[in-house]
């Protein structure tokens, strides 16, 4: 049974760049969110997809940033011209249903440093 | 109101001890309390959760203990082992509200032996 998966593990950009991060969610699983943790901070919610649609965005910052979860294929976060503020963990998370009737099951992450 | 805060922020524990995590919210429509452990390079794994219909929740060394009223639930772990150095997190979420869960901060334990 694969968990979450997520790639790359690691990214550097340089400013200016544009990072695409890429989340597998388990099998079967239709819920997709995206965290983002920065040092010695906790998981920041980012965006709640289930396939093709946008639930909950409400953690995206309005420009720059743009979150998918197509039909077929992974889940892919988008960030256009990247800043060195973007350098963080991002966290890829799916679960079967709605939290609270299903665990919700982490990936182990994207570093990306912005350079 | 979407808040939830955790404390201490970093926490030594003998191995063998107690070690206790506190969580505050202030959201009365949060109806599921996860706590997750977090190793180094590694994701969050959900470790144990709770919901506001019961006041303490046990699996193994690990403990929840809730209190609606308070708005406050914390993580007892028994017996605390090395191996249990990691950062947990609680959170909290809302099923009416999309189920998205809301963190804190966390709190880096660390076992000495």
């Known amino acids: 049974n694969a968990g979450v998966m997520q790639n790359p593990r690691h990214l550097v950009r340089r400013r200016g760049q544009e990072a695409r991060l890429r989340c597998s969610p388990v099998k079967g699983h239709s819920h997709v969110y995206w965290y983002r943790q920065l040092p010695e901070e906790g998981l920041k919610f980012m965006v709640y997809l289930q396939k093709e649609n946008i639930i909950d965005e409400s953690g995206m910052p309005k420009e720059r940033f743009s979150a998918e979860f197509p039909k077929e294929g992974p889940s892919i976060l988008r960030i256009q011209q990247v800043v060195r503020g973007d350098s963080a963990a991002y966290f890829c998370?799916?679960?079967?249903?709605?939290?609270?009737?299903?665990?919700?099951?982490f990936g182990n992450g994207t570093r990306l440093t912005v350079t | 109101q979407q808040q939830v805060k955790q404390s201490p922020q970093s926490l030594i524990v003998q191995k063998g001890g107690i070690s206790i995590i506190n969580c505050a919210y202030e959201?009365?429509?949060?109806?599921?309390f996860p706590w997750y452990q977090q190793f180094p390079g590694k994701g969050p794994a959900l470790l144990i959760a709770?919901?506001?219909?019961?006041s303490e929740k046990k699996e193994g060394r690990f403990t929840i203990s809730f209190n609606k009223s308070a708005k406050q639930f914390s993580l007892h772990i028994m017996d605390s082992q090395p191996g249990d150095s990691a950062t947990y997190f609680c959170a909290a979420s809302s099923y009416n509200q999309g189920g998205k869960l809301i963190f804190g901060q966390g709190t880096e334990l660390s076992v000495k032996p």
């Open positions: 959201n009365t429509a949060f109806d599921y």
């Open positions: 709770i919901r506001p219909d019961v």
């Open positions: 998370a799916s679960s079967p249903l709605i939290p609270g009737d299903s665990p919700l099951h």
